[in-house]
């Protein structure tokens, strides 16, 4: 971690089917530049609370989450939030049974009624545990409820002291969350690297008229940009960059790419501002 204890770490920037896919000899998928592997989307805000313990919340739990703690070095997890239900973004909750293990406590994991329905559904073996058939090593996690009126009211989680609002996105028809996230800024911390206040929007293809409020005075966006082409649940890059020329932040990362987006040709084309993230990136 930084001397100044908190950052921001892109664990995961690629699509659904990461980057490089399976059965694909594409220059992207084939290419030797590290920045075009990418694993599924996902992210870890790692700050010092007011006791001085280090804390490290997740946004997103998806299927390479191993891979992704392993290679961040990530010690322990606090919180996990969830933007969505979809496989990408949900399919490696089991890995968080290790954190349990080493913190010895539960871990809180926060997502609105849909996700959290579909988690209970699906994983079973966790949320209702005393009806496994052994007693088996599985995650312990508490539910905790993103409510509709939380996100109408811009209520935020609080997370040992690091704030996260829940934003309102349209990820096609489905409704999903992006996060406003303020944390603590230190007195002497570097003010020209300071990444916060960070809004997290991935998977997201329209914003509602009450996201925008949410979106003022930012430092740093982290915003969808899936390819060139047109998708019905996603933005393009050319939307992505109108996005965030009306958003403002300081800086603006991309997330989420296909293998449509080469790293070093994309970023040529993009404004002053406007970066490609990837794998590994720090931010603070």
Not at 133 to 155: K, Y
């Amino acid at each position: 971690m930084t001397a100044a204890g908190s950052r921001f770490l892109f664990l995961g920037t690629g699509t659904s089917a990461g980057v490089p896919m399976i059965a694909c000899s594409c220059p992207v998928c084939t290419s030797t530049d590290p920045r075009d592997q990418r694993l599924r989307t996902a992210a870890a805000v790692q700050f010092v609370d007011a006791t001085g313990q280090d804390r490290i919340v997740l946004l997103d739990a998806g299927p390479d989450l191993r891979q992704q703690a392993l290679r961040a070095r990530l010690t322990r997890c606090d919180a996990v939030l969830l933007t969505h239900n979809h496989v990408d973004h949900v399919f490696g909750i089991d890995e968080l049974r290790r954190f349990n293990a080493v913190m010895k406590a539960p871990i809180d994991l926060w997502a609105d009624d849909h996700t959290m329905e579909s988690l209970q559904r699906i994983y079973r073996h966790i949320f209702e545990k005393q009806n496994n058939v052994n007693d088996s090593f599985v995650a312990t996690l508490i539910p905790q409820r993103i409510t509709q009126a939380m996100v109408q009211s811009a209520t935020p989680i609080v997370v040992h002291g690091a704030t996260f609002t829940p934003i309102p996105l349209l990820h096609g028809r489905l409704p999903v969350l992006g996060f406003r996230i303020d944390v603590p800024k230190p007195a002497n911390v570097n003010d020209a690297a300071w990444p916060f206040p960070l809004a997290y929007c991935t998977d997201v293809s329209a914003f509602p008229p009450e996201a925008w409020p949410r979106l003022t005075n930012l430092r740093t966006l982290v915003l969808d940009a899936l390819r060139d082409r047109s998708h019905p649940t996603h933005l393009t890059l050319e939307q992505a960059v109108n996005v965030a020329d009306r958003i403002g932040a300081r800086s603006t990362y991309f997330i989420h790419m296909a293998h449509d987006l080469p790293h070093e040709e994309t970023q040529a084309r993009l404004p002053e501002s406007m970066f490609l993230a990837h794998d590994g990136l720090v931010l603070g």
